[in-house]
């Protein structure tokens, strides 16, 4: 009997741990010979934990688990109630297009022959075939633009390196996933940690560099200790170090782990970080391709890029780019996340809409309640309402609605969710995270946040919006990196699209 | 209890151009804070200011300069943990317990500290106890592991 349960951190965190210490201890008990397969997530968390067991018919899965729920699987597991049928019918699984993610959920990360025999390493194969010009060729033809949130070309950013004269260059992999309503890094990392060392180790003889580094963000356990493992693993199997598959390129990466500070995010910021300094922003020019960690000239990719080179240098550019619409090609793993019935991570060709990932994918809210309100893009993204949910998931179309797509995360509010509050929120988060450099964003999120905590008390309602529109100008304008750049977006957002809620307590003391 | 020569250890086993934070994590780690005569031990053997030492202790939000209670409570509060209601369990939670923030309850048994994010966003709300995950949390849930440290 061959069972896979998650060894995924929110799978571990809704119970799995005991799940599988129930199941073991219940194949003890009945003399079973049960063979338990830590994998990763296949992202459908509202099943979550999910336990898979092998079929001669496929994976079928049992979620979600709870311990009285294990002896039933030894006993009728077609009528166990928690049955949920073949794990890939599952229509949530079914609709995606998993190119990034095709191995996450389905291999034991862990174990470098179970990623080989799923295509592992053959990108790397052949990139060493192509040869640093020709992969940053093949990467800027798949079209893939950074999935931290810039979505900058991911190609010229590598053939910026790749020509840029040093005795040492980097690559530097940004692991520092803090948006809320994100988790595509952290299920990659503990799902199919291997791919990063591919991609990574890709990126390094494309551009010449020798050295790399995860930045991890301290709040991810188990996906540092993971990639640790893994890494000392490949190491081993002479897959990192000197001369790679007989190739004479060399490759070594370590993993960093952050302190908790979410401006680290901001590539410049990391890089400080990451030479042991507060993390503050640098301002740019220079850009980091050219001068970097340490001064020297350094690829920084958000993960999801980096775990997604591998599958463009195995199946080649142009199936990447068949996926996709206009200057947004391939797939993005979009997070599903918040107050929502089926949450979790769909990996889907760009130009889906909206309403259809909220709506159809998701099912709504977890609440029953109507859908209010949707953040797409972390704490520094915008906040759709429903008549808005027709927006194509695109760069360009979120960015034509005053958004943007982020790291891919969408947060799902009901209709009890307060705008104003949030609007609130976005002022304090700013204030907390900035690092302090620029003006508008350490000054102006604490004075924005004041005067939000004016309009919310009714004090003034009109001249003190007017005044929060004003400072969101300059913060927008002003500010050093996106973190006081796009404060304003959740901020403006919630006035343009809820301004019922940011009168409401002028309306509730004029009725007194 | 401080002891010079565990810092001397750590400061050189983690030697390099990177090394403040990752020694910074390694005492907080064996002394649960970095205190002030840790500091100055670090900056002494790094050639650095106490200043710089200070500058990167108070910038980050896990390191602390205080010790804490014997548990550790992180509850997120980021907004797909808020859109489930866990601002409003945390809030009540605090109040109950007489802490703010931050704040360890005066039997020293448990300080409640805020995260922004532990990843578990689509099985909010979600708190860390101890460096073990927890997510679903509804109140009742909340109130359960808060009493599991009590």
Known sequence: ?512 | MFKPELVNTIVDAHQGPDGLLTILHAIQEEFGFISEDAMRQIALRLNITRAEVYGVVSFYHDYRTQPVGRHVLKLCRAEACQSMGGDTNAAALLARLGVDWGGTTADGRLTVEPVYCLGLCACAPSAMLDGALHARLDAAGLENLAQEAL
């Open chain 1, 1 to 512: 009997m061959r069972i896979y349960i998650p060894c995924d951190a929110a799978a571990i965190a809704t119970g799995a741990d005991k799940i599988a210490a129930a199941i073991t201890a219940e194949a003890t008990r009945r003399g079973v010979n049960a063979h338990i397969i830590r994998n990763g997530s296949r992202g459908m968390f509202w099943l979550e934990p999910l336990v898979e067991i092998v079929t001669p018919q496929g994976r079928t899965g049992f979620g979600p688990m709870t311990v009285a729920d294990v002896p039933g699987l030894f006993e009728a597991p077609a009528t166990h109630p928690k049955a949920v049928g073949l794990v890939e019918e599952i229509p949530f699984f079914a609709k995606q297009q998993r190119l990034t993610f095709a191995r996450c959920g389905v291999i034991d990360p862990l174990d470098l022959d179970d990623y080989t025999a799923h295509g592992g390493f053959a990108g790397l194969a052949h990139a060493i075939k192509l040869g640093p010009a020709g992969i940053c060729a093949e990467v800027k033809e798949s079209g893939l633009r950074g999935r931290g949130g810039a979505g900058f070309p991911t190609g010229i950013k590598w053939e910026t390196v790749r020509t840029a004269p040093a005795d040492q260059k980097y690559i530097v992999c940004n692991a520092d996933e803090g948006d809320s309503g994100t988790f595509a890094d952290r299920m990659m990392m503990e799902g199919d940690p291997f791919s990063l060392v591919e991609g990574m180790t890709i990126a390094g003889i494309a551009t010449g560099a020798t050295k790399g580094y995860v930045y991890i963000r301290s709040e991810y356990p188990h996906a540092i200790q993971t990639l640790n493992t893994v890494i000392a693993r490949a190491r081993q199997a002479k897959l990192l170090g000197a001369d790679i598959m007989g190739s004479g390129y060399s490759f070594d990466m370590e993993v960093f782990v952050g302190a908790g500070a979410y401006v680290c995010g901001e590539e410049t910021a990391l890089l400080d970080s990451l030479e042991g300094k507060r993390g503050q922003v640098r301002a740019k020019p220079p850009i980091p391709a050219l001068v970097g960690l340490f001064g020297k000239p350094t690829v920084i990719n958000n993960a999801i890029s980096l775990f997604t080179i591998p599958v463009i240098l195995e199946k080649g550019a142009k199936h990447y780019a068949d996926f996709g619409m206009g200057r947004s090609r391939g797939t993005m793993p979009v997070q599903i996340a918040g107050n929502v019935k089926h949450g979790g991570l769909f990996e889907v060709a760009f130009g889906i809409t909206l309403g259809e990932i909220i709506n159809d994918i998701a099912g709504g809210t977890a609440t029953g309640r109507p859908v209010r309100a949707v953040q797409a893009g972390g704490p520094l993204g915008a906040y759709f309402p429903p008549h808005m949910f027709d927006t194509p998931y695109d760069y360009e179309a979120f960015t034509k609605r005053d958004g943007l797509i982020g790291h891919g995360g969408l947060v799902v509010y009901d209709d009890k969710v307060d705008m104003a509050k949030m609007a609130r929120f976005a002022m304090e988060f700013c204030a907390h995270e900035s690092c302090g450099k620029c003006t508008p964003c350490r000054i102006g999120s604490t004075r924005g946040m004041e005067v939000m905590d004016k309009i919310i008390a009714g004090q003034e309602p009109e001249k003190n919006i007017a005044l929060v529109k004003d400072l969101c100008e300059t913060m927008k304008f002003g500010s050093l990196c996106a973190l006081g750049g796009f404060t304003p977006y959740p901020v403006l957002s919630a006035m343009t699209h809820f301004p019922e809620d940011f009168s409401k307590a002028a309306i509730k003391l004029a009725a007194e």
